[in-house]
């Protein structure tokens, strides 16, 4: 057995079993179109993505090999065929999931053939790509939200290059880029560490894909700029993370001798995202926002089972999903007290690039939200 797994390549099996899997998906949808792919891929991955590209779109439903869009539930629920609306279900989180573990799998053996740096500078060189996924995402929010005659709007099927999941990989290339642009420079000496051009090209995306956002602001009176969100978002999740930081190197500071800054960063990407599902659940009127609804599973119950334990008055004061506030800052404390030295001695590939995900499941999604609610739409 010992045998056998010494003559294994990890990287070469890995490649074979996606491979493997992507052919069985592949044949599955030719040999089987209505269950394979319109009972199974269409349903949970691609038809949300198109109902979610599509304007004034309430679901999509594929029948007898068909797509049509409907603007009202109760349209959907009657309609024949397999309905897809925008967002997660159980069945696709569940499988992203899945997927999730096994891309990090092939990436930390990407970076094991690389002979990478592990150091905090190569998480902290990441962080500007995070913000990146987050701000491309609303790109095609407003392509969605001006309409299709737009100057700044993005047609379908290329925006689907914009939304979950596909977002994922247009993010992970650029970021792949970057790292290999960056280690081919330092190899040849036109820098000393890697780190510095990936942050740069980190940077460079990030602000381009703001300057964007910033142009639609101008160019249509759809969009448009509340400055409350961010101040409120950004500037509350500083100090409640600021503020959690400072009990934590006080009382317990053995939760963040592993991960050092590296936690407060993870502490606060995570609140933004707790902070912004706020803004936008419960306060949206407020803030003359339009009205938001929860895209994901946890927020999603959390905001529906809150007001029916609390009482309705406190609902009315601060609403139903400060929750998840507290949910995202005790799992990212969590997090940064499980990443410990011993971790980082034993495996600082495989906990750098776990750091890195547990940054982007937080701040990804948070720093869209936020961006959204910013620009009102």
Same mark, same amino acid.
């Given at each position: 057995?010992?045998?056998?797994?010494?003559?294994?390549?990890?990287?070469?099996?890995?490649?074979?079993?996606?491979?493997?899997?992507?052919?069985?998906?592949?044949?599955?949808?030719?040999?089987?179109?209505?269950?394979?792919?319109?009972?199974?891929?269409?349903?949970?991955?691609?038809?949300?993505?198109?109902? /979610?590209?599509?304007?004034?779109?309430?679901?999509?439903?594929?029948?007898?090999?068909?797509?049509?869009?409907?603007?009202?539930?109760?349209?959907?629920?009657?309609?024949?065929?397999?309905?897809?609306?925008?967002?997660?279900?159980?069945?696709?989180?569940?499988?992203?999931?899945?997927?999730?573990?096994?891309?990090?799998?092939?990436?930390?053996?990407?970076?094991?053939?690389?002979?990478?740096?592990?150091?905090?500078?190569?998480?902290?060189?990441?962080?500007?790509?995070?913000?990146?996924?987050?701000?491309?995402?609303?790109?095609?929010?407003?392509?969605?939200?001006?309409?299709?005659?737009?100057?700044?709007?993005?047609?379908?099927?290329?925006?689907?290059?914009?939304?979950?999941?596909?977002?994922?990989?247009?993010?992970?290339?650029?970021?792949?880029?970057?790292?290999?642009?960056?280690?081919?420079?330092?190899?040849?000496?036109?820098?000393?560490?890697?780190?510095?051009?990936?942050?740069?090209?980190?940077?460079?995306?990030?602000?381009?894909?703001?300057?964007?956002?910033?142009?639609?602001?101008?160019?249509?009176?759809?969009?448009?700029?509340?400055?409350?969100?961010?101040?409120?978002?950004?500037?509350?999740?500083?100090?409640?993370?600021?503020?959690?930081?400072?009990?934590?190197?006080?009382?317990?500071?053995?939760?963040?001798?592993?991960t050092g800054y590296m936690g407060l960063v993870i502490i606060w990407g995570h609140l933004v995202d707790g902070?912004?599902?706020?803004?936008?659940? /419960?306060?949206?009127?407020?803030?003359?926002?339009?009205?938001?609804?929860?895209?994901?599973?946890?927020?999603?119950?959390?905001?529906?089972?809150?007001?029916?334990?609390?009482?309705?008055?406190?609902?009315?004061?601060?609403?139903?999903?400060?929750?998840?506030?507290?949910?995202?800052?005790?799992?990212?404390?969590?997090?940064?007290?499980?990443?410990?030295?011993?971790?980082?001695?034993?495996?600082?590939?495989?906990?750098?690039?776990?750091?890195?995900?547990?940054?982007?499941?937080?701040?990804?999604?948070?720093?869209?939200?936020?961006?959204?609610?910013?620009?009102?739409?």
């Amino acid at each position: 057995m010992d045998e056998l797994s010494d003559r294994i390549d990890p990287a070469r099996a890995w490649v074979a079993v996606a491979g493997a899997i992507t052919t069985l998906l592949v044949l599955g949808s030719a040999l089987f179109p209505s269950r394979v792919y319109a009972g199974f891929l269409w349903r949970y991955y691609w038809g949300p993505v198109v109902a /979610d590209g599509t304007r004034g779109a309430e679901c999509a439903v594929r029948h007898n090999g068909e797509t049509t869009f409907y603007g009202s539930v109760a349209q959907c629920q009657e309609a024949a065929g397999y309905a897809a609306t925008p967002g997660y279900t159980t069945v696709s989180t569940v499988t992203y999931a899945l997927v999730l573990v096994f891309m990090l799998v092939g990436v930390y053996l990407l970076i094991k053939r690389l002979d990478f740096d592990y150091s905090p500078a190569t998480f902290y060189a990441l962080v500007p790509f995070v913000f990146f996924g987050g701000a491309l995402r609303v790109v095609e929010d407003v392509s969605v939200a001006v309409g299709p005659d737009s100057p700044v709007a993005i047609p379908f099927p290329f925006s689907a290059l914009f939304i979950s999941p596909f977002i994922y990989f247009t993010v992970f290339f650029v970021t792949l880029s970057g790292v290999l642009g960056g280690i081919a420079l330092a190899r040849r000496g036109v820098v000393e560490r890697f780190q510095v051009p990936l942050a740069a090209v980190g940077a460079v995306v990030l602000t381009m894909t703001l300057a964007w956002l910033a142009y639609a602001v101008q160019a249509t009176d759809v969009v448009g700029f509340n400055a409350i969100v961010p101040l409120v978002t950004l500037g509350g999740a500083t100090l409640l993370a600021g503020a959690t930081w400072v009990v934590i190197e006080q009382f317990a500071p053995h939760i963040n001798r592993g991960t050092g800054y590296m936690g407060l960063v993870i502490i606060w990407g995570h609140l933004v995202d707790g902070i912004a599902n706020v803004l936008s659940l /419960d306060f949206g009127p407020e803030l003359g926002l339009p009205a938001y609804g929860p895209k994901h599973v946890v927020n999603g119950f959390i905001h529906n089972f809150t007001p029916k334990v609390q009482p309705a008055w406190l609902t009315e004061t601060i609403g139903g999903t400060w929750p998840f506030i507290v949910v995202k800052l005790a799992a990212a404390v969590f997090v940064v007290w499980v990443f410990d030295e011993r971790i980082f001695d034993e495996s600082p590939g495989y906990a750098l690039v776990l750091l890195v995900t547990v940054l982007a499941v937080g701040l990804g999604p948070g720093s869209r939200d936020f961006l959204r609610a910013t620009l009102g739409i």
